[in-house]
């Protein structure tokens, strides 16, 4: 990504809105004292680690709604407090899975968890598809890019193998998108093909052992009030994802076998598709469970008649992970998520009281939500996308407020998604005038843009921003450790040596970010010719 900075101009006119606002200077030693009793009390071990549908959840949950109370904000949940989100579960039924391939020669069956694990179904008790095979590189159609992987091939009836990732050479944001398996499927779907077959790229792979330990797990989607699920697959009846020792069985006897073809893509990218000279036949079965949680809302009205109707949403999950299964006597099982994200919501809560102590309020309509269930496939903030609880106002802009890793004096931060609409220039002024310095993504493996919060308004066509803390002054080395030590982990917990100043700071440059977006004639707008913006945002 490439961020421009601003010029004085613009600069002397953030510091002047300021003024006009009747801002008070920051209170950055309250707001660190604040944030500190925050994270403390939602990443104590009463809470359990804080999952979705549970008593420790639940529990956060009422201490959001007290904090946005005393911070002056009126309910935001059409009248209440809580928006419910019902949740449905889906577990695999791991004896059921069969997978097939026959031709060039013979008829395997293939050993589940150890060549493939079967999808799940959302809709479907049970699933089956059939039907030849079509290698189809990174199964990618990005007309915007000029790139089709399924140019002169045809898979209508078919099952599709593709290589997990996306094409080289495309931006960061855009590589996360299409590497997204949801997107690969309606693509595969809206060709025709029945099934959809993903394995290990040189670029974006998995480790299995780790996939085989969940296959057991659920996977979570929600239900709408028709009791159909955001997770409903399209055409694709049946999905699976390959480990190595299986894609060799599938290319045996191939013009390309899989070696072949996973040297080819680490040199250049995936090679072209072709047809094989197998069919395949995937099926499997799955159970539900319904369970529910909340998405935790707040509201400051909007000042302006003319604009009080449009929403800048400010969000932070309030969920994490929970209490590990088994672990030694003694040892340490709850995933506490200080950083990940009871730092967040700290910060939107802390934010919220900005706002309040402000002398003037916003000429727009500001929301804060904490929202459930992100660690299980941003749920919470999907479901909220789709179903906005303001009583017929409209979501104009998001800020989201995910992870800021508090470890380190950071003197630059990466804003996600800030280039791609007209929130960039808002971004900018407030960065600069804070002295803080833009960044383009240090970790494009990680696919951050796709992996948060804001990609669920993103899809609902919203302009929105996620920052993260940057990489500058030492932080690259600290934010790699984090990830590699303590993310999702139980020594995510208060015990790390946590910077509460930088937490005021990256409240406080969160808060004049949405406070432009909020007091600015213009509601936010995505940028002529953006991906997304012509992807999302005309509906």
Not at 162 to 175: D, Y
Not at 326 to 342: Q, T, W
Not at 405 to 416: G, I, K, M, S
Not at 463 to 487: K, Q
């Amino acid at each position: 990504m490439s961020f421009k900075r601003v010029g004085f101009a613009a600069l002397f006119a953030a510091l002047a809105v300021g003024c006009a606002t009747g801002a008070p200077a920051p209170d950055l030693a309250g707001a660190a004292a604040r944030l500190k009793a925050d994270i403390a009390w939602l990443a104590d071990d009463a809470r359990a680690g804080r999952e979705a549908g549970t008593p420790g959840y639940d529990a956060a949950a009422d201490y959001v709604a007290a904090e946005f109370e005393a911070a002056g904000l009126s309910p935001g949940a059409d009248g209440g407090w809580r928006q419910t989100v019902p949740l449905r579960a889906s577990m695999r039924d791991l004896d059921a899975a069969r997978m097939t391939i026959d031709g060039n020669g013979g008829f395997q069956t293939l050993v589940h968890l150890t060549d493939y694990i079967v999808g799940r179904s959302f809709t479907d008790a049970n699933f089956e598809a059939s039907g030849d095979l079509v290698y189809v590189g990174y199964g990618v159609a990005a007309p915007s890019e000029n790139y089709d992987d399924y140019a002169g091939l045809d898979v209508a009836g078919k099952i599709v193998v593709a290589f997990a990732g996306a094409p080289r050479g495309f931006s960061t944001e855009l590589a996360a998108y299409f590497s997204d398996a949801e997107a690969k499927q309606k693509t595969a779907a809206a060709k025709g093909a029945v099934g959809f077959i993903s394995m290990q790229s040189n670029s974006s792979g998995f480790p299995w052992p780790v996939a085989v330990k969940f296959a057991g797990a659920p996977a979570t989607g929600w239900a709408g009030p028709d009791g159909r699920t955001n997770r409903a697959a399209p055409p694709i009846r049946a999905t699976a994802v390959m480990n190595e020792s299986g894609a060799k069985k599938l290319f045996s006897g191939e013009a390309l076998d899989y070696l072949a073809l996973r040297t080819m893509e680490a040199a250049s990218g995936a090679p072209k598709g072709f047809p094989l000279k197998k069919r395949a036949r995937v099926s499997g079965a799955s159970k539900f469970s319904e369970t529910k949680s909340d998405n935790i809302i707040g509201v400051i009205e909007g000042a302006d008649p003319a604009l009080r109707d449009e929403v800048i949403l400010l969000t932070a999950h309030l969920d994490h992970i929970g209490v590990d299964d088994g672990g030694k006597p003694g040892e340490d099982v709850i995933n506490n998520g200080a950083m990940d994200n009871a730092a967040g919501v700290a910060v939107l809560i802390e934010a919220a009281n900005m706002f309040r102590r402000n002398r003037r309020a916003p000429r727009r309509t500001i929301a804060f939500a904490a929202v459930t269930a992100e660690e299980k496939g941003l749920i919470g903030a999907d479901y909220l996308a789709h179903h906005p609880a303001f009583g017929g106002k409209r979501i104009v802009a998001n800020v989201n407020l995910d992870m800021p890793v508090l470890l380190y004096p950071f003197t630059d931060v990466v804003a996600f998604g800030a280039e791609r609409s007209s929130i960039g220039p808002a971004v900018a002024a407030a960065a600069e005038a804070m002295g803080v310095k833009l960044s383009p993504d240090p970790i494009p493996e990680e696919g951050i843009f796709t992996r948060s919060d804001h990609y669920s308004f993103v899809k609902q066509g919203v302009p929105s921003v996620f920052l993260i803390t940057g990489f500058e002054n030492g932080g690259g080395d600290i934010f790699r450790n984090f990830l590699a030590t303590h993310y999702h982990a139980p020594s995510d917990d208060i015990s790390l040596p946590i910077l509460y100043d930088q937490g005021a700071r990256f409240t406080e440059l969160n808060y004049r970010i949405a406070r432009a977006l909020a007091d600015a004639d213009a509601a936010p707008s995505w940028n002529k010719g953006d991906f997304f913006g012509e992807t999302f945002g005309k509906r």
